[in-house]
């Protein structure tokens, strides 16, 4: 008997039915077209995009134009690639337009649909993004829909790593730009570095498509992208931090947890601590848990750690003047690799070993606040709806079924559950073994790259070879099986390390025979057809034909094997004995024959690795191999269930099938799926607090580039820092014998660089404190118009740009690196009952507000000192100062590599400098018996007193 929402169901059909039936009326009409445009001539169907832009400068809407632009852009595709969009693709570019989700299996031609509403919204001229998951990706997509978009008159660009910044505006600028995740978010934060509007490459963020929407918005995102660079050498605070520590006692001012490797200071200890670093002038005020001392608690902290949780010789050793980490797994030493965090940092300390400089944040945003700035956003891939919910809170993105263009014939198989993890792995081999002697293709699904190797290696151990894909006839021996009917004892691996090479692997994984062992994320992008992908046998194998009669007959013979293969595959099903059904078999079909090893977390990723087979209607078949040892299975009590399958006599290397075990494990997997989303909600509110005070700064910075003059910002602060002098050293309605006069005159010497007689004037009768702000502004004014008299209005507002924007870009990544600090010990704020992340946006609003205070004054007191050495001529618009040193990095949410590590680094480093030129305009007049004149010095500079030591080691010391 049906329940209501079942009969509902059947009678008017799912929301999302209704959803894809709104859609029909506009295919009928974009049909209805098809005669008419294919009587065009080319030049006649290229001319309909001048006329589409000119109806949207009178007015026309997009959504006026959807109807004749799609038909246009299926019209080019049968003509540029010889391919006709099917209706259900139609559909699938309406919603990728109205900015949502498009959920569309592997092998309907996602990649073809985008190109519809990718024309439709390029014709507005501002660009449109097409995001992928990798370069090669990028430029296959770039290359092969390019062709429609050129046919039809728009231009194309690509964006992979390496180009210059030359190189990335052009493509910018083009009506499509087909880029990754990773680059669009790296060129987003290195815009927001740049001094001069005109180095900026990107353009804006009117429209995006995110390929495998899950795989980016979900997975990748994660992890932040990071633009790091050297932080100023703190040795000596490390070294000065790291004395008390050692006077410390063990229970009485710390507590350690060797089992959670944590340490932490007792409330006795706290005061001790205070009371050291108060007496070395370490502390602002009295409290060590202020604001303004964060980042001395972070330092605290991790020398804390140094010294009660790492052993010398255990868990670290002391090699050559260096801290070498010791593997704890393996015990091999470990060159090259640092801990982060300053730790590292602490430990030389604590060994008086060189002190090596960490890495600071200079930029960093996440996947989630990058794609939330686009005007509209929208996603294709196979697999959303698990995550459908997470779409809708974090991006709005509504997700959309749509339905196959035909049915689907793959048969999903109820899992398979030993009781050990050797047994599961005896019967994959069985599995493949069995499948490969029919010549079915098997395609392997791991969770890792560990896992890839461990099947790889029981298959070798059964006497099957790896394919070398160095060898540029490997695949010909699987061909040659192929055609002999004979088993070719061939397996190829995929990692996700290699995506060109392993798209061609993919390509061919519908081979007859063929075995292929891939972890989750590799290959997508890529059909599997069965039989063999005829696109990529014809680049590979008519490469160095040269005769074009030979050409056009290799390409008939590989067509003509590839259909062989097809009915060969087809063909290889297989007879399985029903179990307890005496003897009964059923037939399970041939086509691509999925084997998953172990069930992942997210049912997202399974369903991805199923959705590789049944493409287009091809028959198919999954199933999945488990075992109570499996990660999963561990979640909902392993030992019981062990136990109970004992007690039913399930005896070694036989299994227990049934479908009540895959509703558990979908249960388990949601559990796992929700608690993973609070986890990502949670971070992205803490990043949602940096990320208001990153588009406040990047958008100021934007303004005064985009200035002529800043005078009059300049001038405010510069006002602004007086008021805030006066009101600090003048109490209201306070008498002038009250008024902390000497403190005004030193805070103007060194705020505002100029000797006033402050205690002449406050001995006069009846003077007020708005006069004397009055009269300190009217000097302050005075000497700035003298400026501008001597070096030319010109070069005055050349040098007020440069100071405001560098000194704007190093105090924000000062207050980066302090926030950071802040994030890492707010949490404790929890066991005073307190919310963490109120506390974290109340600390990090009023450290932002103290970081435009010390910008105000840092402004105010370079331009009082500034002064030109060599008088020239500003360049064309402003060039600004040098971008510091940079490296990128982007942490993989699966293997914990950094995906830009040591080998890009360089790379990337000569891709951001752009032609940001040094701002060699200007120094002061330093007077080396008046530090209030040094400016800031770096601490390894010698020092301006004229000492011969560095500033660090002489009036820059930390330690008296």
């Known amino acids: 008997m049906l329940g209501l929402g079942a009969l509902a169901k059947k009678l008017f059909g799912s929301s999302n039915d209704r959803k894809v039936k709104a859609y029909r009326p506009r295919v009928e009409a974009i049909n209805g077209l098809e005669n008419e445009l294919a009587a065009l001539s080319d030049d006649a169907l290229r001319a309909r995009t001048v006329q589409f832009r000119e109806d949207l400068?009178?007015?026309?809407?997009?959504?006026?134009?959807?109807?004749?632009?799609?038909?246009?852009?299926?019209?080019?595709?049968?003509?540029?690639?010889?391919?006709?969009?099917?209706?259900?693709?139609?559909?699938?570019?309406?919603?990728?337009?109205?900015?949502?989700?498009?959920?569309?299996?592997?092998?309907?031609?996602?990649?073809?649909?985008?190109?519809?509403?990718?024309?439709?919204?390029?014709?507005?001229?501002?660009?449109?993004?097409?995001?992928?998951?990798?370069?090669?990706?990028?430029?296959?997509?770039?290359?092969?829909m390019g062709q429609i978009y050129n046919f039809l008159g728009l231009t194309v660009g690509v964006i992979v790593h390496g180009l210059s910044d030359e190189e990335r505006a052009a493509a910018y600028a083009c009506d499509v730009t087909y880029a990754t995740n990773n680059e669009l978010g790296f060129d987003y934060l290195r815009d927001n570095m740049k001094y001069d509007v005109a180095q900026m490459v990107q353009r804006g963020h009117p429209y995006a498509i995110v390929d495998e929407v899950d795989s980016i918005l979900v997975d990748e995102a994660r992890t932040p992208l990071i633009i790091s660079g050297p932080l100023d050498d703190r040795s000596d605070l490390?070294?000065?931090?790291?004395?008390?520590?050692?006077?410390?006692?063990?229970?009485?001012?710390?507590?350690?947890?060797?089992?959670?490797?944590?340490?932490?200071?007792?409330?006795?200890?706290?005061?001790?601590?205070?009371?050291?670093?108060?007496?070395?002038?370490?502390?602002?005020?009295?409290?060590?848990?202020?604001?303004?001392?964060?980042?001395?608690?972070?330092h605290v902290n991790q020398a804390l750690r140094a010294h009660s949780l790492f052993q010398r010789d255990k868990d670290y050793i002391v090699r050559n003047d260096e801290v070498v980490i010791i593997d704890e797994f393996t015990g091999r030493m470990m060159p090259g690799r640092r801990y982060s965090e300053g730790l590292h940092q602490a430990l030389e300390a604590k060994e008086r070993v060189r002190i090596q400089p960490e890495n600071q944040t200079l930029a960093s945003i996440t996947f989630q606040n990058y794609f939330r700035m686009y005007g509209k956003l929208a996603g294709m891939t196979g697999t959303a709806l698990?995550?459908?919910?997470?779409?809708?809170?974090?991006?709005?993105?509504?997700?959309?079924?749509?339905?196959?263009?035909?049915?689907?014939?793959?048969?999903?198989?109820?899992?398979?559950?030993?009781?050990?993890?050797?047994?599961?792995?005896?019967?994959v081999l069985t599995e493949i073994d069995r499948a490969h002697k029919r010549l079915q293709p098997v395609l392997v699904g791991t969770a890792s790259i560990e896992k890839s190797e461990l099947v790889a290696e029981m298959l070798k151990q059964e006497g099957y070879r790896q394919i070398d894909f160095a060898d540029p006839k490997a695949l010909e021996k699987l061909y040659e099986a192929a055609r002999t009917g004979k088993p070719s004892k061939l397996f190829a691996v995929l990692n996700a390390r290699f995506h060109e090479q392993e798209a061609y692997i993919v390509a061919e994984a519908g081979v007859p025979g063929a075995i292929t062992i891939a972890t989750n994320m590799a290959g997508r992008g890529t059909d599997i057809k069965l039989g063999g992908n005829v696109e990529m046998r014809v680049a590979q194998e008519i490469a160095g034909i040269e005769d074009e009669a030979a050409k056009v007959a290799r390409i008939a013979e590989i067509k003509a094997e590839v259909e062989r293969f097809r009915d060969i595959v087809l063909n290889a099903t297989d007879e399985?004995?029903?179990?307890?059904?005496?003897?009964?078999?059923?037939?399970?079909?041939?086509?691509?024959?999925?084997?998953?090893?172990?069930?992942?977390?997210?049912?997202?990723?399974?369903?991805?690795?199923?959705?590789?087979?049944?493409?287009?209607?091809?028959?198919?078949?999954?199933?999945?191999?488990?075992?109570?040892?499996?990660?999963?299975?561990?979640?909902?009590?392993?030992?019981?269930?062990?136990g109970m399958l004992q007690k039913l006599g399930l005896k070694e290397g036989e299994a227990i099938i049934?479908?009540?075990?895959?509703?558990?494990?979908?249960?388990?997997?949601?559990?796992?799926?929700?608690?993973?989303?609070?986890?990502?909600?949670?971070?992205?509110?803490?990043?949602?607090?940096?990320?208001?005070?990153?588009?406040?700064?990047?958008?100021?910075?934007?303004?005064?580039?985009?200035?002529?003059?800043?005078?009059?910002?300049?001038?405010?602060?510069?006002h602004d820092v007086i008021a805030d002098l006066v009101r600090k050293h003048i109490p209201e309605n306070a008498y002038?014998?009250?008024?902390?006069?000497?403190?005004?005159?030193?805070?103007?010497?060194?705020?505002?660089?100029?000797?006033?007689?402050?205690?002449?004037?406050?001995?006069?009768?009846?003077?007020?404190?708005?006069?004397?702000?009055?009269?300190?502004?009217?000097?302050?004014?005075?000497?700035?118009?003298?400026?501008?008299?001597?070096?030319?209005?010109?070069?005055?507002?050349?040098?007020?740009?440069?100071?405001?924007?560098?000194?704007?870009?190093?105090?924000?990544?000062?207050?980066?690196?302090?926030?950071?600090?802040?994030?890492?010990?707010?949490?404790?704020?929890?066991?005073?009952?307190?919310?963490?992340?109120?506390?974290?946006?109340?600390?990090?609003?009023?450290?932002?507000?103290?970081?435009?205070?010390?910008?105000r004054q840092a402004v105010t007191g370079q331009m009082m000192r500034v002064e030109v050495v060599q008088q020239q001529e500003p360049p064309p618009g402003f060039t600004g100062g040098e971008l510091p040193p940079m490296q990128a990095h982007h942490i993989d949410p699966l293997t914990g590599r950094d995906e830009f590590a040591a080998a890009d680094a360089g790379a990337f480093a000569a891709g951001l400098s752009g032609s940001a030129t040094p701002a060699s305009f200007a120094a002061q007049a330093v007077d080396p018996k008046d530090p209030a004149t040094w400016g800031n010095v770096s601490r390894n500079a010698p020092c301006p007193c004229g000492s011969g030591k560095k500033f660090k080691h002489c009036h820059g010391s930390l330690v008296a």
């Not at 038909?71 to 337009?97: C, F, N, P, S």
């Open 57 to 144: 400068k009178n007015g026309a809407e997009l959504d006026d134009l959807l109807v004749p632009a799609f038909a246009t852009v299926r019209e080019a595709a049968k003509r540029a690639l010889g391919q006709r969009h099917y209706d259900v693709q139609m559909i699938g570019g309406m919603v990728l337009h109205e900015g949502k989700i498009s959920e569309m299996r592997t092998g309907e031609g996602k990649t073809l649909v985008a190109t519809l509403p990718v024309y439709l919204n390029a014709l507005a001229g501002k660009g449109v993004h097409v995001v992928t998951v990798n370069d090669y990706l990028a430029k296959r997509d770039a290359e092969w």
């Open 238 to 298: 490390y070294t000065a931090i790291d004395v008390f520590i050692p006077q410390l006692k063990a229970k009485e001012d710390y507590e350690i947890d060797e089992k959670q490797r944590t340490a932490s200071f007792t409330e006795a200890g706290m005061e001790r601590l205070e009371q050291m670093l108060g007496a070395a002038g370490l502390l602002k005020g009295e409290n060590l848990y202020d604001v303004e001392n964060v980042t001395v608690v972070h």
């Open 386 to 427: 698990t995550e459908a919910d997470e779409f809708m809170d974090i991006y709005g993105l509504e997700v959309v079924e749509i339905p196959t263009n035909l049915p689907v014939q793959r048969v999903d198989e109820d899992d398979e559950v030993y009781r050990t993890a050797d047994e599961k792995y005896r019967a």
């Open 576 to 642: 399985v004995e029903v179990e307890g059904g005496k003897g009964k078999t059923v037939t399970r079909p041939g086509g691509l024959y999925i084997i998953g090893t172990e069930r992942h977390e997210s049912r997202r990723i399974d369903n991805q690795l199923r959705g590789r087979s049944g493409r287009q209607g091809d028959p198919g078949r999954s199933k999945f191999f488990l075992s109570l040892q499996d990660d999963l299975m561990r979640i909902f009590g392993t030992d019981r269930m062990d």
């Open 658 to 718: 049934h479908p009540w075990i895959n509703k558990a494990l979908e249960k388990a997997q949601q559990k796992v799926e929700a608690r993973n989303f609070d986890i990502r909600k949670n971070l992205l509110k803490f990043d949602n607090v940096m990320n208001d005070q990153r588009r406040v700064v990047f958008d100021q910075r934007v303004e005064l580039m985009t200035g002529d003059n800043v005078r009059e910002t300049v001038g405010g602060m510069r």
């Open 736 to 855: 002038p014998e009250q008024w902390d006069v000497e403190g005004l005159k030193a805070d103007v010497r060194e705020h505002v660089a100029l000797d006033l007689p402050v205690d002449e004037w406050a001995k006069e009768e009846g003077i007020a404190d708005e006069e004397v702000q009055e009269r300190i502004t009217k000097a302050a004014d005075t000497v700035m118009d003298d400026k501008v008299a001597r070096f030319g209005d010109e070069m005055m507002a050349y040098i007020e740009k440069a100071v405001l924007l560098q000194t704007l870009d190093h105090l924000w990544r000062e207050h980066l690196v302090t926030l950071d600090h802040l994030r890492q010990v707010i949490g404790f704020r929890g066991y005073a009952q307190r919310d963490p992340l109120n506390e974290y946006k109340t600390e990090a609003f009023t450290l932002f507000e103290a970081m435009l205070t010390n910008l």
